[in-house]
């Protein structure tokens, strides 16, 4: 009874409760008692109400809470309304404990300045610092070493509701607004667990939290307090479980997982630094144990992975922050657009443009200076080439690097353009592959088992070897190319390649090896093949500052007809005589240095032509030096010279050539050669043992013969062209002495009528611009002896002593035709040369009685020629004491022997002259008998003597004789279908003086 009457008056104590209590009473022990929960100055302005059912609650008007002195706002919060449920049994003494609180409506600043301090530290406010709290000083921040364990909110239940939050961060520049924060927080004792949970919207951003701390006495006093936490957003969620470590610092040990649909959204909201740019994330995912112990930060168990537009990066492993920071996992990074890491380059990197994808995993380890990859495997392709690595990398301030790489690209040029390089010349290559082990130490580089293999292209071959390069580079290795078609390569690279178009087939094989600035190669078998030149060099060549160079090359030219065509120049046809400017044909060894070879052992041939000799070639001078001698066979020059006159129009004499006469080749090299041959044949000229020197000094060529066997005597000439102002000059010298006679004559003019032992001497020059400018400028002198010799075809001493004869009756004498000769000890002739105009002087035969001498004039530039002979009989009688003139004049080609039978005329009427002298003189006698003969005779017969003068020209020479002689027409008459005498007489001295006709 007793039991039920006290329940029944507390049922209506709390009833009546709301009545008895004037709220007046209350208001500032409630603002007391708020302030001591929030630990803020609490201010309620608003009315005061108290219910008791369903449960004793106070709702109050406007609330605000005191901001920290020194912030800019002056309240920390402002609520439109607070509902507070109190506790009965301290409200029925008059006191005031509140188990739960929810704000209507609040606006929450919270604030930090640029030095850090925040506003919603208890440590700044005027109650706390009022307190008996031990507070830390402001410089040593929260510490969890007891000194807020004084202070229990003993609060069942602080909610808000449609709450407004502001963060206005003057330390990083920031200001963010919170919406419709509607937030439960449990802290019924700081022994038991407190819980926060709810919702709020950030920047437009809905975001659910939740939160638990197991005992917030333990976290305070610095003891192992476990917690939990998440946070969801329409942009990724994150999820904590871990436990605070027992320390007086915030130190954690806790497992997180972290998943994002987008993160770069997500990233928008975080404070990031400016000079951070994400690439096009669509998701991130990482989870693992992070444990901060104080001294140490570390993620242990991570499980990272990033996926974006064109990439998809992974990372397991772990990570530490200390004094120094440091990583080390596993790596996996699938690249499909390498436009996201040119988009990070400061400039860019024309290589990446050839890739399309990049995939590469390994084991990362990182101790905050240096990157070690270990177990790395990259692959890279493109659209021409693909590519890979196997091995170890490692970056501290320089890369390196060990292991195995792969390389292919299906067309290098496509490749080179791709990566934006100037190398016109990889358009002789089509296919590459290259395989080995590579070595990078920051800037060496060394190559191990390399094989490099090009296909499919213009140039094609391998390499097998080792690559190093440091300050310079070398290699060592063995190498093959071969080029099927030169002229190809040429067509396709931009610059000319010298004998493209008559050489095809070039092929190498050989060692190679490049160190310390010299290049080498070894045991080099080079061969050029399947063209119009062909070659081979069997042997070493070495380049740069130790060069070197020993082997055997061979020149082979099929045919210099086929080649001349291709490089449209005519030469000579063939004839009868003989195939020429066919085969060529050199080999020999090679010896030296680039600019001073050795040729030895050398064979030469052309056609029928062979030689062996020795050169040397010196680059050292102004201009390259030749020097050598060449030993030839048998040297049988007719069928070139054949040619040469084959090129002539039958029967015509070709005029002199106009053209200008190029001669700056003289200036482009000097040259020192000597030449020997056992025999020399040309047309018309056969030399025995020869030796000559060639010389080419400062544009000046000097042929010298020396000593040479030139029909059983010996022959020495030089013959001299120079370049004077562009022009060519010519110098010629020659002396032939104690030669057979009739074999020089016969060689040289195609006369064979004398015998003898002979010497001749010749100097001549001349200078201009053409051919026929230098043969009117031709100037020198000549002279030409025979010694106990015979005239063949003639009987000089009969045929004048028969001449009377021949004249007055027109009767052939016998003394010509085969079988008539005429002894002679001596023949003498010279001449002088000036201008191009040649003037015939003392030519001379002496044979006992028999005495002939001439003279006449050649116009070299003009090429005609008059000369005149007169054989006579010192002793003799009647004409035959005159002599018989001759005569050759004509156009050269032309000209043709006759007699001078107007003088023969003039011959004979001075015989019937001298005849009837003396028959006055026999007859009458004395004085009278003379001046009778003086009368009759009418002068001196020397007139009649007088043969062409060895001064006078051509134009200057009696004029050859066209009409018929009429001297002595009384005499036995001719019938016109006979053969004058004369006539006669000058057939047979053609075939005397003229020889045999010649072709040309």
């Known amino acids: 009874m007793g039991s039920g009457l006290f329940v029944v008056l507390l049922v209506g104590a709390i009833f009546i409760l709301p009545t008895l209590i004037s709220t007046d009473t209350y208001r500032a022990r409630l603002e007391t008692e708020l302030s001591r929960v929030m630990a803020r100055d609490v201010s309620i302005t608003g009315d005061i109400q108290i219910s008791t059912f369903p449960a004793i609650q106070i709702e109050t008007g406007a609330v605000a809470l005191a901001n920290a002195e020194g912030f800019k706002t002056t309240n920390f919060v402002e609520v439109e309304g607070l509902d507070a449920k109190v506790k009965l049994w301290p409200l029925l003494q008059k006191q005031v404990e509140i188990s739960q609180i929810r704000l209507n409506s609040p606006n929450i600043w919270l604030e930090r300045k640029a030095d850090g301090t925040v506003n919603w530290s208890t440590a700044n406010t005027a109650l706390a610092q009022n307190a008996t709290l031990s507070e830390p000083r402001a410089e040593e921040g929260f510490q969890r070493d007891g000194r807020f364990t004084d202070y229990d909110p003993a609060l069942d239940l602080l909610s808000i509701k449609n709450g407004q939050i502001r963060f206005i961060d003057s330390a990083e520049d920031r200001d963010v607004s919170i919406r419709n924060a509607n937030l439960d927080l449990r802290a019924p004792a700081l022994s038991k667990p407190i819980k926060i949970d709810g919702d709020m919207t950030l920047d437009d951003l809905a975001v659910a939290i939740a939160a638990e701390l197991a005992s917030p006495l333990d976290f305070l006093n610095g003891d192992r307090t476990p917690f939990d936490g998440s946070v969801t957003t329409d942009l990724g969620n994150v999820e904590i479980s871990g436990h605070f470590l027992a320390s007086d610092a915030l130190n954690i040990d806790a497992i997180f997982d972290l998943n994002s649909s987008d993160p770069l959204g997500m990233a928008a909201r975080l404070p990031l630094p400016e000079h951070i740019k994400l690439p096009a994330l669509n998701t991130v995912n990482a989870k ?284 000579p046809a063939n004839t009868p005589s003989g195939s020429i400017f066919e085969a060529l044909s050199i080999s020999g060894q090679v010896s030296g240095v680039p600019d001073l070879l050795e040729f030895t052992s050398g064979k030469m041939s052309l056609d029928g032509l062979s030689g062996r000799g020795d050169f040397k070639l010196s680059l050292q001078t102004l201009r390259p030096t030749l020097t050598g001698k060449i030993a030839f066979s048998d040297l049988n020059l007719q069928p070139y010279m054949a040619a040469w006159s084959a090129q002539k129009p039958a029967g015509q004499i070709v005029p002199w050539s106009t053209a200008p006469i190029n001669v700056s080749g003289l200036n482009a090299i000097d040259a ?189 530039g003009e090429q005609t020629l008059d000369i005149g002979i007169r054989p006579k009989l010192n002793s003799g009688s009647d004409v035959a004491n005159f002599g018989v003139p001759l005569r050759f004049s004509g156009a050269f080609g032309q000209a043709k022997p006759t007699l001078d039978t107007s003088l023969l005329g003039q011959i004979a009427q001075a015989k019937a002259r001298k005849s009837a002298v003396d028959a006055v003189k026999d007859r009458v006698g004395g004085p009278l008998g003379n001046i009778i003969g003086g009368v009759i005779g009418g002068g001196s017969n020397e007139q009649t003597e007088k043969t062409p003068s060895t001064t006078e020209t051509p134009t200057d020479a009696t004029a050859p004789a066209e009409e018929t002689n009429q001297a002595d027409d009384t005499v036995v008459p001719e019938k016109a279908e006979e053969t004058k005498p004369e006539e006669e007489v000058l057939k047979r001295l053609n075939g005397l003086f003229g020889g045999k006709k010649r072709s040309d």
């Open 288 to 571: 693992g144990r992070v444990v901060n112990d104080g001294a140490e930060f570390n993620v242990t168990d991570l499980e990272t992975n990033l996926n974006g537009n064109g990439f998809d990066v992974s990372y397991t492993g772990q990570f530490s922050s200390s004094d120094t920071r440091s990583a080390k996992g596993a790596f996996k990074v699938n690249l499909s657009d390498m436009s996201v890491v040119t988009a990070y380059l400061s400039e860019p990197v024309p290589a990446l443009n050839a890739l399309n994808t990049l995939n590469a995993n390994g084991n990362l380890t990182w101790n905050g200076n240096a990157f070690d990859i270990t177990d790395l495997v990259a692959e890279t392709s493109g659209e021409v080439i693909d590519a890979s690595y196997k091995g170890t990398a490692r970056y501290e301030r320089s890369l390196s690097a060990d292991g195995r790489f792969d390389v292919k690209s299906p067309d290098v040029a496509r490749l080179v353009d791709k990566l934006e390089l100037n190398q016109p010349d990889t358009a002789a290559l089509k296919a590459i592959t290259a395989t080995g082990a590579v070595k990078i130490a920051g800037e060496s580089v060394s190559v191990t088992d390399l094989q490099a293999k090009a296909t499919q292209g213009l140039v094609n071959g391998n390499f097998t070897g080792v690559l190093a390069f440091d300050e310079t580079l070398s290699m060592q290795g063995s190498a093959q190319a071969d080029i099927a078609d030169l002229s190809a390569l040429n067509a396709a690279l931009p610059r000319v390649i010298p004998f493209a178009d008559v050489a095809k087939r070039v092929s190498f094989a050989g060692d190679v090896r490049l160190a310390n600035g010299t290049f080498s190669l070894n045991n080099t078998d080079a061969n050029l093949t399947e063209g119009d030149v062909n070659g081979s060099y069997r042997g070493e060549i070495a380049l740069g500052q130790a060069p070197d160079i020993a082997g055997r090359l061979t020149l082979d030219v099929p045919s210099l007809r086929t080649l001349s065509t291709k490089r449209n120049v005519t030469l």
């Open 672 to 860: 020192d050669l000597r030449i020997s041959a056992p025999s020399i044949k040309m047309t018309r000229l056969a030399l025995g043992d020869t030796n000559a020197r060639l010389t080419l000094k400062n544009g000046t060529l000097e042929s010298r013969i020396e000593n040479s066997d030139l029909y059983g005597g010996t022959a020495n000439g030089i013959f001299t062209v120079r370049s004077t102002d562009g022009s060519p000059s010519i110098a010629l010298s020659a002396d032939i002495k104690s030669v057979k006679a009739q074999e020089l004559m016969m060689s040289m003019g195609g006369f064979d009528k004398v015998t003898g032992t002979s010497d001749l001497t010749m100097e001549i020059t001349g200078s201009g611009k053409s051919q026929a400018a230098i043969m009117r400028t031709l100037s020198g002198k000549g002279q030409f002896t025979a010694a106990n010799g015979q005239l063949l075809g003639v009987n000089a001493e009969t045929l004048l002593k028969g001449i009377d004869q021949a004249i007055t009756n027109r009767q052939l004498p016998s003394a010509l035709g085969l079988g008539q000769t005429t002894n002679f000890s001596d023949l003498t002739g010279g001449f002088t040369a000036s201008d191009g105009r040649v003037s015939l002087q003392t030519f001379q035969l002496q044979s006992g009685a028999l005495f002939m001498e001439g003279g006449g004039g050649i116009d070299l």
